[in-house]
């Protein structure tokens, strides 16, 4: 034993109380910020296409992760629509604590992407949604939007 | 330069739900006092050490800093690995490769039970922009992975949950274990559905502990364990950390880390040269997705093998004998130094119960949790 003496009674135990009070500011960065203002200004989705690879990233970034390259001059538009690649129904916010009701999370492959864009799903489409199913984003009117991810309400069940 | 790394002596505390008693650096304390008695040292002996920490899980930055005194590493060569303990274990071994160290020790701990919200500190492990603004669970990635998984192979909900049964039935062999219990798939397949598929029960709970472990060169390991456990491959990657990027379904990381470890370790069908597997069960589906990623069996194929008793005890892929994280409980950080654990007690006959017969080569699998894609792989062997 490396202690001889240890407590022997709960009432004796002591600890103390404190939290990180921390506040940032996140950079959008060059693939980011073209990326929120189209779908701000325009309602659209672009991404970046990797001749090398034939890579189209949607989210975009500005170098290939696969082999390196600079993809700042090839910027591509997308659809608005994509596939259901995965999903997740959850039931708690990022604290831990339990959500009012139930959020649809999927990885959408953008219609021409080869990555996915992680979003919600509408509630309302819960019945339909498969692995596979074809879905459109539904974006908020354009004065409400600010230049963030909620700038896209959810993804429902593409009419086709 | 490819000199033999030896286990001589692994140290312990724990591993329990809560440690109200001890503050984390007296855990640490106690588990390096036992592993210094084992191998009949003191931390003078040691050339270097490593720890593996994360910051913010004892509640300040800078963690490695705070890590020396508790391991008797104070004016000694100290660095900290931002990872998973089985690639702090790498490092040990290439420093002694290399010639650098004859004696090397590696630490990693978990308090755990001190965090009041591990959610938020999980949610902080996500990107901001694209990621974090869901505002939801950060399971939800585990969530996803499951589903794709469950859809590219033959697993199903109740083979998960059945990860779950046996292993939480495995830790009633361990009393280091703090999680132990017979339960019902039913009982799985009926808790909170927190990312479905994700349901509680199928999330490892979490433990206090800590584990340290000295390593040391060939002539010195001799010198000192009558019978070390010698490192025979190494391996660890990270697959893209934008999760946008990722193979939801496919363990990419654990393939290419095992690929890794058996070229060093020399093995080219590990279902029949390796006797036990200790692997990632952060998530009961885990398990499953990491048998195939190791290609211990085929791709799709590993909910199969449960169902033939093949990873039970008494199967011929013995995996997560000690009760795994489910069992034993996660331990941040220190997770691998469990699993590394219940190979060096299996290997030195010293498991008690759950001593699998005839053991020579054992593997460990972790990864890093969510959101990472990092695996590291290790292989030890008695001979």
Known sequence: ?160 | MNRKVGIVSMGYHGFSPVTPDLSFRELVYAAASKAYAKAGIGPGDVDMFICAAEDFCEGYSISDEYCNDQLGAVLKPVHTVSGEYLQAIANAAMIIQSGLGKIVVVESHSKASNIKNMEAIHSFGLDPVFNRSLRVTPHFAAGLEMSRYMTESKATEEHCARIVVKNRTNALSNPNAGHGAIISVADVLASDPVAWPVSRLSIAPRSDGCIVTVLAEESVARSLASEPVWILGTGWATESSTLENRAWGEPVSVDIAAQMAYKEAGITVPSQQIDLFEVDDTYSFKELQALEGLHVVGRGQAAHALDEGRLGPDGDLPTNVSGGSLGVGHLLEATGGQKLLELFLQLTYQAGERQIPDVQVGLAQAWRGVPTTTSAVIIVGNE
């Open chain 1, 1 to 160: 034993m490396s202690f001889l003496e240890k407590h022997q009674r709960n009432v004796d135990l002591t600890a103390f109380d404190g939290k990180i009070p921390v506040h940032y500011r996140y950079t959008l960065g060059l693939a980011g910020d073209k990326f929120f203002t189209a779908i701000k200004k325009d309602g659209k989705f672009v991404g970046t296409h990797c001749e090398e690879c034939d890579v189209i990233y949607s989210p975009p970034s500005v170098y290939c992760e696969r082999c390196f390259a600079s993809l700042e001059d090839s910027w591509v538009e997308l659809p608005s629509t994509g596939t259901v690649v995965a999903f997740t129904v959850v039931t708690e916010d990022d604290q831990g604590k339990e959500l009012d009701c139930p959020q649809v999370i999927a990885a959408i492959q953008l219609d021409g992407a080869d990555n996915t864009f992680v979003h919600r799903i509408c509630d309302c489409c819960i019945e339909d949604l498969a692995i596979g199913a074809h879905v459109q984003a539904v974006f908020k009117p354009k004065k409400e939007r600010k230049g963030t991810l909620d700038d896209i309400e959810y993804f429902e069940i593409a009419a086709e």
